[in-house]
């Protein structure tokens, strides 16, 4: 099956750095990505919806200048999280829905990427 | 905002034993869908369920869905220790992926 893949599975940073964090669709097209982020212990909140060749379009409350969000070609977008505090540590998590003929529309998500920020 | 809204938010069972999650919704739908997530993972999808359709099998599995009470529930029969997970139900109201997850039911099957 479609296989989406993250990178780095984990990372730590000092405060005040810029991390990115990679999603890539690894044998599908996906126009759109959606990328996550879920604290300890809860659910996960939609941040934003990554647009292949545009704006990505942010949810209510969600800084788009502090998460940067890049989807240059078809099989990859990017989350920066620009001069990282510790209130940012998180579990960030990407999916994307293969939409080409003959799919089944089934959304796959990464593993995950795991961001602690000092 | 969340949607859905799940309960129980933690279940404690024994081998064998079937676990029955449950979730509420809000707004209209195109579809609501159960992933599981085992501790620091991703998200692994389960069961997707239309909104025309009332009950779907897969396996051990068994999900319903009343859209006259917007809500759904998951069982798992004859439970195994390899089950225990947290279980998230996720709503599609748009063609486009775009989900909104319950608050998660953390389930434990005790061997």
């Known amino acids: 099956g479609a296989v989406v893949s993250q990178h780095p599975s984990w990372v730590i940073c000092k405060s005040g750095t810029s991390v990115k964090i990679e999603c890539r669709s690894l044998?599908?097209?996906?126009?759109?990505m959606f990328w996550y982020r879920q604290f300890p212990k809860q659910s996960l909140m939609l941040m934003a919806t990554?647009?292949?060749?545009?704006?990505?379009?942010?949810e209510q409350g969600v800084e788009k200048d502090k998460f940067l969000i890049n989807h240059a070609s078809l099989t990859l977008s990017t989350l920066t999280v620009t001069s990282a505090h510790p209130e940012d540590s998180s579990f960030y998590i990407c999916s994307a829905r293969d939409r080409g003929l003959g799919s089944t529309g089934e959304l796959f998500f990464g593993e995950g990427s795991r961001l602690t920020v000092l | 905002s969340q949607q859905g809204e799940e309960d129980p938010q933690a279940l404690s069972i024994q081998e064998g034993e079937n676990a029955t999650m449950n979730c509420s919704y809000k707004?209209?739908?195109?579809?609501l869908q159960w992933y599981r997530q085992n501790s620091g993972r991703g998200l692994v999808h389960l069961i997707l369920?239309?909104?025309?359709?009332r009950e779907k099998h897969s396996g051990r599995l068994r999900v319903t869905l009343d859209t006259s009470k917007k809500s759904s529930s998951l069982l798992i029969t004859a439970s195994r220790a390899a089950d225990t997970a947290s279980y998230f139900c996720?709503?599609?109201?748009?063609?486009?992926?775009?989900?909104?997850f319950g608050q998660g039911t953390i389930l434990t099957v005790h061997p």
């Open positions: 369920i239309r909104s025309n359709e």
């Open positions: 990554s647009n292949e060749g545009s704006k990505a379009t942010y």
């Open positions: 996720a709503t599609d109201g748009t063609s486009y992926g775009k989900l909104t």
């Open positions: 707004t209209s739908i195109n579809n």
């Open positions: 044998d599908f097209q996906a126009t759109t």
